[in-house]
């Protein structure tokens, strides 16, 4: 098996490319020998590792996963798309599915598959690396073991934000307000949950203001809890820090702007994503 990376690239929208191009500690030190957002290669060679991206949704991306699996020592599926289907996996329209089928003058795209599917459906898989997309620091520890990342087990500790005794009793909704930029985003009415979030990250979007909207998927702490154990405790973190409704709580998890993460959770219960293979 020859040695170097490469990088398979299925349905997604590249974000996770550009992250790993964001770090430059790779570039002359280890040799890339795939990418076809830079690299114009036809065909995969062998390689030591293949890390995947985007979300296997045509036939096309079926094929070339199955060729690539084959040629390399181990498997990574890279991002939230590849390693729980992603933004196209939320829900199976079939009226969206069924317009598709029907227009089969679409000659120059590939035909959808019924719905989209993570990389671990279709082949072996070694490890996993989450995030949409993971950050570049990410993709060289998991690559090439940097040794100065030390993951925190979630979001919440790495934000290192100050814990309050205030008690907001509604939310303050998405982004809306003035963030004070020293206290925990819950104690100021912000659903955030870094709490339950694996770490790792180094918390970017909690420490700018940002909820924490479960991006890097469950904490070893939920990867074998049902999505519904995972609404019970991070009600209870809710519960512990403000006077906020519950019901308001509940109805804010359930909202669009979790849902594109907050699926993933549920999706590791009882399955093959074993905590000690997720970085």
């Not at 939230?80 to 599915?97: F, I, K």
């Not at 519950?246 to 074993?274: H, K, M, T, V």
Request: a negative charge; glycine letters at 10%.
């Amino acid at each position: 098996m020859a040695e170097g990376f490469a990088v398979l690239q299925l349905s997604g929208c590249s974000g996770c490319e550009v992250s790993m191009l964001n770090a430059e500690t790779w570039l002359h030190e280890h040799r890339l020998v795939y990418m076809p957002l830079i690299l114009s290669a036809e065909d995969i060679p062998e390689v030591d590792t293949l890390l995947v991206t985007g979300a296997v949704y045509t036939e096309d991306d079926l094929y070339r996963l199955r060729i690539a699996a084959g040629r390399a020592r181990e498997v990574v599926p890279v991002g939230t798309c590849a390693v729980s289907g992603g933004v196209a996996n939320l829900g199976h329209r079939d009226e969206v599915r069924q317009l598709f089928f029907e227009q089969m003058e679409r000659r120059h795209m590939p035909r959808l598959l019924p719905r989209s599917r993570a990389v671990d459906e279709i082949v072996p898989v070694s490890r996993y690396l989450t995030g949409c997309p993971p950050t570049p620091e990410l993709y060289m520890a998991l690559l090439f073991g940097a040794s100065d990342l030390k993951p925190a087990s979630t979001v919440c500790i790495e934000c290192g934000r100050r814990k309050t005794r205030d008690r907001p009793q509604r939310l303050m909704g998405f982004q809306g307000g003035e963030v004070d930029p020293e206290i925990c985003l819950i104690n100021q009415g912000y659903l955030c949950i870094g709490s339950s979030t694996r770490g790792g990250c180094r918390a970017p979007c909690p420490r700018a203001g940002h909820p924490c909207v479960g991006c890097r998927g469950p904490s070893d702490g939920f990867i074998e809890r049902s999505s519904e154990e995972w609404f019970t405790a991070i009600q209870r973190v809710f519960q512990r820090l403000t006077d906020i409704p519950p019901e308001e709580i509940d109805r804010g998890i359930r909202s669009p702007q979790f849902a594109l993460f907050l699926f993933q959770f549920g999706d590791y219960a009882g399955a093959r994503r074993e905590k000690d293979k997720v970085f």
